[in-house]
């Protein structure tokens, strides 16, 4: 068996159809669990510093290697499925979860070269599979034999489905200006510079973007808030609100299915946020038009503008206190919503004048 | 207000709020933390604060006051007579020791560090010092000896006394037995 041959063989094997499919789709999967590991130690270290206080300094230079040490004790936790509990639902909920939040990362725009499925209804689809996340909650609420997780999951529930509401509006009015539910035809029309940002009206004639500017911009904060309460995040944490209700729907979670759950909740923050800036922050694309654009630097655009919102995001987190539950319905149904259908009327209108 | 109107206040202030929290949070970002990082860092603790005790077994007379004031018992002294002929120095505080000190066991881990025991010692050899760092692995390695006569030191020295206290008590006994010329009144012999 020669070189050549070898070669050969690996050629073809990394050029069939199938293989390539496979290594392509999990790509996202190995920037996930490398940007897991990003994002926990910044959200720890802001969280500290916030706080006045400093953040694991001892493993590691001033704590990088915590995170990994906490994914080794997870694995090797004991797993715990209690004698009542519903076990096929049990075993099956952070899998359901985690397929849910992950199924999105196909329809992201890394790159104007790279997107997983360039299918043209990317968002229906993202909010298809935001619901699978609903339920895969729903059931791990109620399968543990738990009332303290039920209400979470109950509540949860409630909570992710008003406030899909407001987040569907939002696509729906940046579909009417753009006039594609494509996520890559969204971040194109975007291209060009900062000017071109959606959120500050889109490659539209002057005349009509000055008058949609408020509305996009009032678009752009309520989908920001409502994304929020989608990924069950504080203010909006009422499922995992630790002081009430312990971990919420995942109390009787240990070890690796605790841990598939804490990867869901930072995976989803990190697509609801890719899908806020693929939709109003201009994607993959250079603020500054040519310079600095081109297919790698669209990888590092998305993921530093993302980076950036989750970390204003985190910033969010550590001032506000809780919502109640009533206060969260109250926010959805009666201020979100109204005031997206008030800017989903008037932004049609601008654009039929 | 009407309710018009409130819902519209309500909604600008909340976001307002949020505006101010975040740019307190911010300010909070960038200050100093206040953490000690307690392995590398220590703090000072006050000169007169009660931790662990230290005993000085030179300067020990063996008067077991420290043991009879501690509340919870945690000091266990016993001593033994020394001989006339043995000479066991002075204390620091220029008086005779009298007494050999054969135990004097302190279970740091029943002391409650009231400081009671330092008080009446008559010699200040019982001390609190500043440590406060000493855990151990096995609680019997808790049980402080601050003794230093060795087994072999203590039997000997509890059979001198005991070869002086039956000296003493046959010429007692050969005082009292013997015919005395009357002597005139005398002072008590002293107690040896």
Known sequence: MDIHSLLQAVQGFLTNEIVLAVILSSLPLIFVLIYVLFVLYTEMKLAGHIQDRVAYMRTGWHGVLQNIADMVKLLL?????PDKADKLFFRLAPYVTFAGSYAAYAVLPFSSIYIGANINLGLFFLVASGSLVVIGILMAGWSSDNKWSMLGGVRSAAQMISYELPTSLAIVIIAMITGSLNLQEIVKFQDGGIQNWLVFGGSLPLQ????LLPFTIITFVIFLVS??????????DLPEAESELVQGYFTEYSGLRFAMFYLTEYTNLFTVFAVAVSMFLGGWS???????????????????????????QIWVRWTLPRVRVDQLMYVSWKVLTPWLLFCLFAVGFILVI | MSAFGSYFYNIFHSLYTVVVGMKITLKHLFQR???????TV???????GRNRLFVNIDDCIGCDQCAMACPVDCITIETCK???????GMTSKNTKKRLYVSQFDIDIAKCCYCGLCVWPCPTECIVMTDVYEFSEYDRHNLIYSFANMTADEITEAQRKLK??????????????????????????????
């Open chain 1, 77 to 81: 936790k004991e797993d715990i499925v």
């Open chain 1, 208 to 211: 009509q973007k000055l008058f």
């Open chain 1, 227 to 236: 994304s929020n309460a989608e990924i069950n995040r504080t203010p909006f």
């Open chain 1, 286 to 312: 250079s603020p500054f038009g040519s310079f600095m654009s081109g297919p790698v630097w669209g990888i590092f655009w998305f993921v530093v503008k993302t980076y950036v919102m989750v970390v204003v």
């Open chain 2, 33 to 39: 933390s206040v953490t000690i990082q307690y392995p």
């Open chain 2, 42 to 48: 220590k703090k000072a603790i006050p000169e007169r």
């Open chain 2, 82 to 88: 020394s001989t006339p002929d043995v000479d066991l």
């Open chain 2, 163 to 192: 070869v002086y206290d039956a000296e003493q008590a046959a010429k007692k006994a050969a005082a009292a037995a013997a015919p005395v010329p009357p002597k005139p009144e005398q002072p008590a012999p002293p107690i040896t």
